[in-house]
Each structure stands twice: as C-alpha cells, then as structure tokens.
C-alpha cells in the first residue's frame, strides 16, 4: 500500500494539538498503511446520515470511535498487540468473551457487552481511552494498575459487536466522545482542527488491503481469512487468477489489474466498482485453454484509482515451477 502515500489525499497530515495538550500515541504494533489500515472513523453527522471527519464516508450511524483493523483472521491469530495511547490507570477491563464474529451463526449473546473483551484506562483531565475487541485471553492489566504510554494492554480480536478483527479506540472527556483526528464539535465534518495524535495519522480514504494468486476465482470469506493466496503453481495449473480485497471503496472507483510473466504481459483489465462499501473483493484471470504457462516468475500488480487519483497500489509475484 505504499501508493496510498503518494496520493495528496492519502498523505494528508492533521496537524497535531499544541505542546501540553492531552495526546495519543499509535496505540496498535502494526504498520500503518502495510499490515493495518484504519476502516472506520467517528461519525460526525448526527443524522441517521454518518460521514469521517473529512466528510467522507469512513464511518457509520453512531460510530463513536476509530477503528485499526488487520487484514485477515490469520493476521489476529498469529498475534497483533494493543498498547496503551497515553499514560492512564486501568478502570476495568474483561477478558472472556469468545472471537466470534456477530453475525456468525453460533455468535454469543452479546447484550451490553458490545465492547467485547476491553480495557479502559483513566488520564489526567478527564480524559478516558476504551479498548475494545480484544482477544480472548490476551488482556495483561489489571483494574487499579498504572500503565505508562506505549504499554502493552492485550491483542486485536474478534470479540463483541464485531465483523472484522480490530481494535475500536473510543475517546471521551467528561464522557463526552471526542475524535481524536479533529476534535472539534462532533457534529460537524469538513473543519480541520488540531488532531490529538503525536505523531499525526494520514488519513487513508481507502485501499488494497490484500492480494492473491488462485486458480479459481476464491471465495470472500476464505479471503478474509487469509487463506486465499498461493505462492507457487505449476505449469499446468488450469487458469491464473489474481485477486484484492479492498477497503473504503465509493462508486465509480476503479481497479487496475495487472500481470506480467517470463515472455511479457499476461492480461491488464480496469473493474469499476459500482457500490461504496466497507470492504469488497473483485479477481480477474485467464484460462490455459490446455497449453502450459511459461515457468518463472509472475508479477501481479492492483491500482486503486479515484478519479485521477491514484489512493493504493499492491504488487505481488507467484512463482510458475515445473
């Protein structure tokens, strides 16, 4: 996703708040923009409407938090950790929730525990930071416990009101829910204010979060779960298919498929996606027609495109062997 930067929207930098004023730090070890991506911000419309705080559509109906996700189930199995954002008492947590996602056939019954597994921490000021979504058994701190900034609290689950593995950060002061990218009246968008994040966060509008090799076009959920992708095929192998799953896509952007090989240009093909959604996937591919693909190396390459804006680029290779 490293395109994701180049674009002037996706590099965009808010500003951080003055010396002194309460601050957060990247509360999540992962790569910005590589292995985690942010999928949804605060609502700031308070109409049954929601918008990011940029206007766009990052969010949803009473979003009251940020939300730092990993790519796939695989990514929370083999471990992301949470840390605190700043330095704070720990008021309560829970550590028992299974990683189900809610609308999963057996989900548990989740009422008033939406949060899932959690840890919340008290600061100076009023301010409170909430963790939520933990993984079941991963939580480290105790109720009462001092933890300073960048301590780690528990890992990215799957736990509570959830579809996806993340970390949902909430903000408050007094109990008032605060947005930490522009923490202004949470009823507006579109007025840039100092953020609270130290460093300051770009703001991603959306992106190629994973990609893969099949032979067949794969199913969303083996791709959401990180299973989907293949590394070596043989010279046999009936078609190649090269795949994205995207994040933050609105109607009208534009998907650029392409696949080069030993002798030159396989295929390149543009998919125009029709629908803004959280999260979608879309594969292109070409069939043998019984012939053998030339043996060596493959380089496959996905370009998100918005209108003349290029927001994320993924380029991977698979291997064609005897």
Known sequence: MK???????????WAPAQAGAFLLTFPVACTLGDTCFIQQYTDRDPSPKSSDFTCGPLSYDGHK?????VPTLADMENGVTVTAAATGVVRATRDSMADIAANAPNAPDITDRDCGNAVVLTHEGGWETQYCHLKRGSV???????????????????????EFPHLHLSLRQNGQVIDPFSPGDTNTCGVSTP?????????????????????????????????????????????????????GS????????????????????????????????????????????????????????????????????????P
């Open 140 to 162: 480290l701190v105790r109720p009462g416990q001092t933890v300073a900034v960048g301590a780690p609290l528990g890992q990215i689950g799957l736990s509570g009101r959830t």
């Open 65 to 69: 938090g940020t939300d730092f996700a």
């Open 195 to 247: 953020s609270l994040w130290s460093p300051a966060l770009p703001f991603q509008p959306g992106g190629v979060i994973d990609a893969g090799f099949a032979t067949d076009i794969p199913g969303f959920d083996l791709v959401k779960q990180g299973g989907a992708g293949l590394q070596t095929l043989p010279q046999s192998a009936p078609a190649l298919v090269l795949w994205a799953h995207v994040f």
């Open 250 to 321: 609105q109607a009208g952007d534009r998907l650029t498929f392409t696949l080069n090989g030993p002798d030159g240009e396989v295929l390149r093909e543009t998919v125009t996606l029709d629908k803004t959604q959280a999260r979608t996937m879309r594969a292109i591919g070409k069939r043998s027609r019984g012939q053998n693909w030339p043996i060596g190396t493959y380089k496959g390459t996905i370009t998100m495109l918005r209108g003349s804006i290029e927001i994320s680029q993924k380029t991977l290779s698979l291997t064609i062997a």
């Open 3 to 13: 395109a994701l930067f180049a674009a002037l929207l996706a590099t965009l930098l």
